[in-house]
């Protein structure tokens, strides 16, 4: 989660797009408004304690102390513990009621945006990094976690005590807050400053995080590769200097902060000098009172400390709302396949048809074009071809992964764009044999594809591929947890569990695409087999990388540059002299025969 | 990921922690004696404000002296103040900093230096940890020595200028802000299990982002995503049930730390009113008072978190310490021999003697038989042999062994007549090129990535090695070529492609021997057929070890040897073999159609 380092300028937001990002979130935060009209309320009547000591106990100088009026002074002390009493249970009540709006506006905006991300189809998925979109869902949206865990309470009550101090200082004394005003141009222009400085030392201090954060990973990992090329002194030189970086981008923003806080601090101090000297001169008068005199003295030490927190925090309110734009960003990325208004049904079996399709990633070239093919029920057919000349594309425009760009696909006559693709889930399966696991059990990785199976289904599906024995000798057998992507199990299991995913959900066309690496051979067996049995009785489209799977198919489609070079039979491939033929030499040359 | 094996040792560990602060502290003393006695000035600044402002108020605003000479004394105390605000902030955060960039820098560099044997066993994540979460925590305590010094002081100062004006009052007014520091230690401690449930919860909520997202293909081709949806829900809600939990510990504590000042305000108020009612007190002290009171809060707000977060320090100071204690297990020999220079086909000759090796990796189970049983071996300088076997027979232990990334724990291994653990370990690097199955190229151009072991390699070398490879042809087509950038931000190469980058990386330094552990399983024949047409070239001269299933790479060395359970069974060439070995056809039957 900290490899995301890089900050670009999207982060830097202008005000239109501030605003934007600002209403959009009041909108998502409507279900709670009560809550959050609550917290606000709230936190207006806190203000008014916190401002209200001060001017007790001005008030308990001018009408108790001074005239000896025991009987008033205590009054004004009884006063005085009941606003405090009353500060705390406002405070307190405060903090749940904006921490509910901000943990639930939170959650929706996770469940919003994970829906968003499976409900776009594979096309999004290639075009954007796993990475990225990961951290959307993980850094963006937790540091908004801050914000609302703690930012939101300090910033709202920060902004209100400010407002609050600066009405009751005008009410005690318009001429003494008039005086107070020089103040005011100092701190303003020192806090734009601030802000806009320590905004820009923040991101390059995460920027230098980030750098320092993938060298010290790559260090790490590659700690092997360096100790086997004695590369170790030179290695730690190198991080040395990312870590300098480091390390004086951090100073770069301590001295923001460190000459800042001490003007805003000097201004305070240079306020109540002010104050001093004006009530000295004024009071003499009698107009303003003493108590008045001491009442704003006291007041004025709660207006700079405000300030300061208001000028740190805005920071922090500026990145979450950079990190809102992004979140938001990705839920207005359009699902580009989406269900049919009205889903024509599929039917239980039926021929695959491709007809002049052809597909392009957004605007770019073609990558498959012109592609016409149709393959019976039952049949079996491989895809061979160079990395890169299209048969996995393909084998996913047949699944409706994506939309082809031109022509159509069909499932027993129906246009895949006219199904709903739930239905299409159903009876066409992809199957990366590779194997990816999720975390959970066994029993639940396979019974991923069909809720609700119970063990008797998993086992059923197990028994079908042949590899029930395998699984009944674990120790815990289908309840066993599968933790970090299934590090238990092996390759060979991995693929397995795959396999049997899809025996339970027995879809009529299975789109298989073959393991690359290879298994030791006793494994290697096994899941052979387990294909074999999975395959029997449906239409399988295989991706093959293995000579021996293409032989055994019913037909051999050889994939190039996006088009259909070759089509026919293994013999009749190998007898015609073409590329397949040319391949199946170099294969067999390879092999021990 | 915080926290691992780590964590559970005891006391001897916690001494550790200590000394390692100890140690980082007087490393960075000239910095920390700046900044508390910049503490110092600030304080006693700071305190004079109030004191100053209480005598303006008795003498001229309820007195008849002029008021401007107090408000100049104000305004210059103020200054004072806040200028060694400024430096005491700098020169704190300054002394910090440095620590973390120090320790930072020397975990990594120790890291680079350790065995392969700790690498084995400890997970990338939680060093990750020792060098970032906990690096940040212990640099924070060296952050609050100058801060809290000048906090105690700001303390001390308030309470004994107090007790001169009015000693009763005094105990009136601070008589219940003890309870804050208190507080405040409480609200640390019960925070932090919040915290960290939180952040427990979050990691799952990412787990389940993450397999589903990197396992989109999986998920959407078997129309799991329903599943997946549910699983984030309840994961997002309990995220959310954390964080409340948390909330509502804020909700108890933080309006209580509030409270408390407030009261000794009331307190001030009704006791001191009475005071100056009595003639025993005058307004000016009042208010020097509140004002007073006011100014501890924070400093004692502060006191009360440093305990925590010291203990916290000292507890991260431990686990980098535990691994800055680590010694490398491997190291140069004291007095190293030197390797004959490189001649080609006549050096890297090799000599397993009754080698025995096993991972005595595992705790639970120290009795795990030794992968490698009295292994010999000879290999002839520039002969090229294929090690072939079942998964776990041991052939991959010997790719290891030969760099030394372990030790025989008997026997011996001798390179050109001089056991290994005689010579340098740059030496013996150098002068073995390594292959992995598992590719792994660095951040950088791809240039760097192929000049690893030898930065100041000549392009023409650079360029030969990537000819030898079989990959200049696509470097060349490049646009950027030799300079393309790799890696996170850089481009991305195809498994074939990063295979033979890693094959150059292992020529540059011309090796006397080169081993290619399972270095083309994971690419599809295609791609392996090219590089096996580079290795004819590259293996010319030069003793080779490949390791591999594939009869087309196996038949391309001059001997095959069969390892099962850690014995040579059978040597011979691959055709000898294939005629008249049962095992080794059983191995590599099915293989033999692709």
Same mark, same amino acid.
Do not use: M, N, W
């Given at each position: 989660m900290w490899l995301q380092g890089g900050v670009d300028d999207?982060?830097?937001?202008d005000l239109d797009a501030t605003r934007a990002v600002l209403r959009r979130t009041a909108r998502r935060l409507r279900p709670y408004r009560a809550d959050a009209w609550r917290a606000f309320g709230l936190l207006v009547l806190w203000t008014g304690t916190v401002v209200a000591g001060p001017v007790l106990v001005g008030w308990a100088v001018d009408v108790g102390i001074r005239p000896r009026d025991g009987r008033a002074l205590t009054a004004i002390v009884v006063g005085y513990l009941i606003v405090a009493s009353a500060g705390y249970v406002l405070y307190r009540w405060a903090v749940v009621s904006l921490a509910r709006v901000g943990e639930n506006f939170l959650r929706d905006l996770r469940v919003g945006v994970f829906d968003r991300l499976v409900r776009q189809s594979m096309a999004f998925h290639d075009r954007n990094r796993p990475g990225v979109l990961v951290s959307r869902m993980t850094s963006d949206i937790d540091s908004l976690g801050e914000l609302v865990q703690f930012g939101l309470l300090m910033f709202t009550a920060a902004a209100l005590q400010l407002i609050g101090t600066i009405i009751v200082l005008t009410m005690l004394s318009p001429m003494m807050m008039l005086v107070c005003l020089i103040s005011v141009p100092v701190v303003a222009v020192a806090s734009r400053k601030f802000q806009r400085d320590s905004n820009r030392a923040y991101l390059a201090v995460r920027d230098h995080i980030g750098d320092t954060l993938s060298a010290l990973q790559e260090g790490i990992s590659g700690v092997r590769i360096v100790q086997a090329f004695a590369r170790e002194e030179l290695e730690a030189e190198r991080f040395a200097r990312t870590n300098d970086e480091l390390y004086r981008s951090h100073m770069a923003s301590v001295k923001v902060a460190a000459w800042y806080l001490p003007v805003i601090d000097m201004a305070g101090t240079l306020t109540t000098a002010a104050a001093i000297a004006l009530g000295g001169y004024l009071a003499a008068d009698g107009d303003p009172s003493i108590g008045t005199v001491v009442a704003f003295i006291l007041l004025l030490q709660r207006v700079f400390e405000p300030v300061q927190q208001l000028s740190q925090l805005f920071n922090l309110v500026q990145s979450a709302t950079a990190s809102l734009s992004k979140v938001f960003g990705l839920l207005d990325e359009?699902?580009?396949?989406d269900e049919p208004e009205a889903p024509r049904p599929l039917p239980a079996t039926g021929d695959l048809e491709l007809e002049g399709v052809r597909f392009a990633y957004g #605007?770019? $070239? #073609?990558?498959?074009?012109d592609v016409d093919l149709r393959i019976a029920d039952g049949e079996r057919i491989a895809f061979v071809g $160079?990395?890169?000349?299209g048969k996995s594309t393909v084998a996913k425009l047949v699944a409706r992964f994506y939309d082809p760009t031109g022509g159509v696909v069909r499932f027993g006559g129906v246009d895949?764009? #006219?199904?709903?693709p739930a239905e299409i889930r159903r009876r066409v399966l992809v199957v990366p044999q590779e194997g990816h696991l999720f975390a959970g059990s066994i029993g639940d990785n396979i019974a991923m594809a069909s809720p609700g199976a119970g063990d008797d289904e998993v086992w059923a599906a197990l028994r079908a591929i042949g590899a029930a024995d395998r699984f009944a000798a674990? $120790?815990?057998?289908?309840?066993?947890e599968l933790v970090d992507g299934g590090g238990r199990l092996s390759a060979g299991e991995r693929q397995l569990v795959s396999l049997a995913r899809a025996a339970l959900a027995d879809p009529a066309v299975l789109v298989l695409d073959e393991a690359t690496s290879s298994l030791d051979p006793a494994a290697e067996h096994e899941v052979e087999d387990a294909l074999e049995a999975l395959m029997a009785g449906r239409t399988v489209v295989v991706i093959a990388h293995r000579l021996s799977t293409s032989e055994r198919s019913d037909r051999v489609a050889v994939i190039a540059d996006g088009g259909i070079a070759e089509l026919g039979t293994h013999d009749d491939l190998v007898a015609a002299g073409g590329r397949y033929a040319a391949m199946f030499e170099t294969w067999s040359r390879a092999g021990v025969s | 990921m915080t926290t691992g094996a780590a964590s559970e040792t005891t006391t001897p560990v916690e001494h550790r922690g200590w000394r390692l602060l100890r140690r980082a502290l007087l490393e960075q003393r000239r910095g920390i004696a700046f900044g508390v006695a910049a503490s110092l000035v600030w304080t006693a600044a700071r305190v004079a404000v109030p004191r100053l402002v209480q005598l303006a108020i008795d003498? &001229?605003?309820?007195?008849?002296?002029?008021a401007w000479p107090y408000a100049v004394a104000v305004a210059v105390a103020g200054a004072v103040s806040g200028v060694f605000l400024g430096i005491r902030r700098y020169v704190a955060f300054d002394n910090a900093r440095r620590v973390e960039a120090r320790y930072r820098s020397r975990l990594f560099a120790h890291l680079q230096r350790l065995h392969v044997a700790f690498h084995d066993v400890t997970a990338t994540g939680e060093l990750m940890s020792r060098a970032n979460t906990d690096l940040q925590m212990f640099q924070n305590v060296v952050t609050m020595v100058p801060i809290t010094v000048g906090n105690a002081l700001i303390v001390l100062g308030a309470v004994a200028i107090m007790l001169t004006i009015s000693p009763m009052l005094t105990i009136v007014a601070v008589a219940g802000l003890p309870i804050v520091n208190v507080v405040g230690r409480r609200f640390s401690q019960k925070l932090h299990p919040a915290v960290m449930g939180v952040q427990r919860e979050s990691a799952e909520l990412a787990g389940v982002v993450e397999e589903t997202v990197s396992g989109i293909r999986a998920v959407k081709g078997f129309g799991a995503e329903d599943v997946q949806r549910a699983k984030l829900a309840t994961e997002a809600d309990d995220v959310r049930r954390e964080a409340l939990r948390a909330a509502h510990v804020r909700a108890r504590y933080l309006p209580l730390v509030e409270l408390m000042p407030n009261l000794g305000l009331v307190a001030v108020l009704a006791y001191g009113g009475w005071l100056v009612i009595d003639g025993g007190l005058s307004v000016g002290e009042l208010v020097g008072f509140n004002l007073y009171v006011a100014m501890l809060i924070q400093p004692l707000r502060m006191l009360g978190m440093v305990i925590a977060q010291g203990q916290r320090a000292v507890a991260a100071g431990e686990r980098i310490a535990e691994v800055l204690d680590? =010694?490398? +297990?491997i190291t140069d020999p004291a007095r190293p021999v030197a390797l004959p220079a490189h001649r080609p086909g006549q050096t890297g000759g090799l000599r397993f003697d009754g080698v025995v090796f096993g991972y005595r990796t595992d705790a639970h189970d120290p009795a795990a038989p030794p992968v490698l049983e009295e292994l010999d071996l000879e290999i002839a300088p520039g002969e090229s042999v294929a090690l072939v076997g079942?998964?776990?027979?041991g052939k991959s232990t010997v790719a290891r062994l030969l760099p030394r990334f372990y030790d025989v724990e008997a026997g011996s291994i001798e390179l050109d007549g001089t056991d *290994?653990?005689? *010579?340098?370990l740059a030496d013996l690097r150098r002068a073995v090129g390594l292959v992995f199955q598992e590719t792994f190229l660095f951040s950088g151009s791809i240039r760097d990535n192929i000049g690893?072991? =030898?930065?100041?390699?000549?392009d023409e070398r650079i360029r030969r090695a990537a000819r030898l490879a079989g990959a200049l042809d696509f470097i060349e087509a490049l646009?950027?070529?030799?300079?393309t950038e790799l890696g996170e931000r850089g481009l991305s190469l195809s498994g074939g492609q990063r295979q033979r980058l890693a094959i150059a990386r292992a020529l540059v330094a011309d090796p006397r021997v080169l081993l290619l552990d399972?270095?083309? &399983? +994971?690419?599809?024949p295609d791609t392996e057929h090219e590089i096996r047409e580079a290795m004819n070239e590259v293996m010319a001269g030069r003793t080779t070890i490949v390791i591999a299933h594939r009869p087309a790479t196996i038949a391309l060395a001059d001997r095959v040897v069969v390892l099962d359970e850690g014995r040579i069974v059978a040597t011979g060439t691959h055709a000898e073999l294939l005629a008249s070995n049962e095992r080794y056809r059983a191995i590599l039957a099915t293989e033999a159609v692709a």
């Open positions: 999207a982060e830097r937001l359009e699902v580009d396949i #605007d770019g $070239p #073609d990558v498959v074009a $160079p990395t890169g000349a895949l764009r #006219d199904a709903s674990f $120790p815990d057998g289908l309840a066993t | 003498r &001229s605003i309820t007195g008849d002296e002029r680590t =010694d490398p +297990a079942p998964t776990g027979c *290994l653990r005689h *010579l340098r690893f072991a =030898d930065p100041d390699a000549p646009p950027a070529g030799f300079d399972d270095a083309t &399983s +994971a690419v599809d």
